[in-house]
């Protein structure tokens, strides 16, 4: 039976909220879903502001996956913003989706994208706002399955008590084998439906992590195991699609009614990337690299721009500029008659040393998108740690590069608070940066560049994931001294993310599962939309750890040694721990490895059980870049290259 919609009860509500648009639906490529027997019920739930949320594309792909199977359907739900949250609650509305504005007990499932840690309190609100116990131990089996998944479901722990089941990795295959999990359990009768054999049947879906079949044990305030129980996997490994062409989705991305981020029609063109940053934990966990074969982005391009009318597509993937071809695939966007001069081509994710006049001609032929370069680090030693292979020549080759196809301004990416950072290379941001401001004003007298500086953040599964991370006051101290360091560079604008921001990010990035009693405190004292800087606040975050009998320096501060057992270890993303551990060792020696995929393979393990194997993808890498040498362009040091010696047991 179709559920009875909401509508009437939230048409009210809209008179006195900001951006009303935000929970009324309707986009072009909405789906209108059917609801009855026998279909499995997602609601996808993006726990930040519809405008932030809308264009994730992770979401958008699982939205159309599920609708067009005949045993599943999907709608959306995004965080209320406050004024409607406090609405929603003083008039008994629960979560809704946008599309039939169903309350969200219609659905089967309540489905979270976890892109970024400080969205954890957010999740526990629509979990509650749905009227669902927030503690996975309390629901019963009537109650929706609470799932969750994206990049920060790689640490599922600071979630565990809240959360029914992860899905670790690609989604597009599981969701559907979750899906008939779900569907077999709900064809028993009521009275006879047990949630506990639900659990159980879904930990055997490869990749679903069900925290509920782990037991952490601790000694003397340190996690020392996690034991699975009941048959579960001692080690859950990630999903990963072989072949990105067999998914070419989304084929209808939504249109939003109103403003949000990257309003703009967006092509995946590769996934994965083993640039081997170790800082990145995106490019670790999302090995190997996949690419589409351009044919396809070429008519998802084409298809895509005559359904929505966008006039901007941008190429999406971890470093775009890596694509092979990509000159040729812009020129090919740009170049369609029906599309000459009237849409522009951004990318997104652009590495400095895989960007050349030629992409910059190409990219500006229409317009000039933004153009943001990431070098991580100020100094060259510094870029040799985090293995960012970038040297300063290959930076101001790209940047002059961009201003001379009249670009006039430019954005750089900078990390503060790396491993071994010393005073001289955080001076080193401002140095580069003016440096670059100075080559945009050969040829634009306006010229501008603005260097926006974040904390880091050691992240699970990187080769960082055993480093310290400084306090906010430390990380406090390096931006006043790079901001005086840029004091009278013409052209120059530092901007940084709040440091005690970074702080708050490394409980839940870094947390064990105990982090979540005090997500959930911090929930309590109306910490939501940790995210947007006006809601923010460290104390909240503080006071709880204290609560907790927990303290920063324990769960943020501390170094990892090599025998601590990680929070995440129990969870894989596909690489061989000692892989990770000797890329640590090497970054503090001040070592470097290029890019496998123009090298000799490093044995990291993401390959494994793909059916794939390691094939140098091309003789030389993408023009431009210093990748594939074995040489350190910069000091004429030799770069070490690992090379497989021989099959692991």
């Known amino acids: 039976m179709e559920p009875v919609t909401l509508w009437p009860a939230i048409e009210p509500l809209l008179m006195d909220v900001q951006k009303p648009a935000r929970y009324i639906g309707g986009e072009d490529g909405a789906c209108a879903p059917v ?22 594309q992770g979401l958008q792909i699982l939205y159309e996956i599920l609708n067009e199977r005949p045993d599943a359907l999907a709608e959306r739900s995004y965080a209320p913003w406050v004024d409607m949250e406090q609405a929603m609650r003083a008039a008994g509305v629960p979560l809704f989706s946008v599309e039939n504005h169903y309350p969200s007990s219609a659905f089967d499932v309540l489905a979270f994208n976890l892109s970024a840690e400080l969205v954890y309190t957010n999740v526990l609100n629509m979990v509650d706002l749905a009227g669902v116990p927030i503690r996975a131990a309390d629901r019963r089996a009537c109650d929706p399955l609470v799932v ?5 479901a790689f640490n599922p722990e600071p979630l565990a008590d809240f959360v029914d089941a992860f899905v670790i990795g690609d989604g597009e295959e599981a969701v559907g084998e979750v899906t008939a999990v779900l569907a077999a359990w709900r064809s028993r009768p009521v009275e006879v439906r047990d949630r506990a054999a639900l659990l159980l049947g879904l930990s055997g879906v490869a990749g679903v992590y069900v925290p509920s079949l782990y037991e952490p044990r601790y000694e003397g305030g340190r996690l020392v195991a996690v034991q699975p129980r009941d048959g579960a996997p001692a080690v859950v490994e990630k999903r990963s699609i072989a072949d990105l062409a067999e998914w070419p989705y989304p084929r209808r991305q939504l249109v939003p009614l109103t403003e949000v981020v990257h309003d703009r029609l967006n092509v995946e063109v590769f996934r994965g990337c083993t640039r081997g940053c170790r800082f990145c934990q995106a490019g ?3 090995r190997p690299v996949r690419e589409r074969p351009p044919e396809q982005v070429r008519s998802m391009v084409d298809a895509g721009l005559e359904r929505t009318g966008y006039e901007e597509v941008a190429l999406t993937s971890l470093s775009t500029a890596d694509f092979s071809g990509i000159e040729q695939l812009v020129r090919d966007v740009i170049g369609t008659p029906r599309h000459e001069g009237r849409v522009s081509v951004s990318l997104p994710s652009l590495r400095v040393d895989a960007f050349t006049v030629g992409t910059a001609a190409e990219i500006q032929r229409v317009r000039r998108t933004g153009l943001t370069f990431a070098p991580e680090g100020g100094t060259w030693r510094m870029r040799k740690v985090i293995n960012k292979l970038i040297s300063e020549e290959d930076l101001y080759s790209a940047v002059d590069a961009a201003f001379s196809q009249g670009w006039r301004r430019i954005k750089l990416y ?3 608070g790396l ?11 401002a140095q580069l940066g003016a440096r670059c401001a100075e080559i945009g004003r050969r040829y634009q007298r306006g010229a501008t560049v603005t260097a926006s500086v974040g904390g880091f953040v050691p992240k699970p599964h990187t080769p960082f994931q055993w480093a310290s991370q400084d306090t906010a006051a430390e990380l406090q101290r390096k931006v006043d001294l790079l901001r005086q360091a840029a004091k009278g ?11 005690a921001a970074s702080v708050a990010e490394g409980i839940a990035s870094r947390g064990d599962r105990r982090a979540g009693n005090v997500i959930e405190r911090v929930w309590r004292a109306g910490g939501t939309f940790q995210e947007w800087s006006e809601r923010f606040d460290l104390a909240r975050w503080t006071e709880a750890l204290a609560a907790e009998g927990l303290t920063l320096d324990e769960v943020v501060h501390r170094p990892r040694p090599a025998d601590e057992v990680l929070p995440w270890a129990h969870v894989s993303a596909g690489l061989h721990p000692d892989f990770l551990w000797q890329d640590w060792q090497e970054s503090l020696a001040g070592g470097a490895v290029e890019d496998c995929r123009w090298t000799p393979c490093y044995d990291c393990g993401a390959c494994t059980g793909l059916g794939l194997e390691h094939v140098v ?5 993408p023009a431009g870049g210093s990748q594939g040498t074995g040489q350190d362009l910069a000091s004429g040091d030799r770069v070490p290259v690992r090379l497989m010696t021989g099959a692991r047991p």
């Open 419 to 429: 491993p071994t950072e010393r005073d001289e290379d955080v001076v080193g941001i």
């Open 489 to 499: 560079a013409r052209g120059l604008t530092i901007r940084w993310h709040d440091p």
């Open 35 to 56: 609801h009855g027997p026998g279909v499995v019920s997602w609601l996808l739930c993006y726990p930040d502001a519809y405008e932030v949320g809308l264009p994730n």
């Open 284 to 286: 670790m966990i999302t």
């Open 148 to 152: 969750a998944g994206g990049h920060c």
């Open 414 to 416: 900078f990390l503060i």
């Open 617 to 621: 993808a091309s003789p030389v890498p």
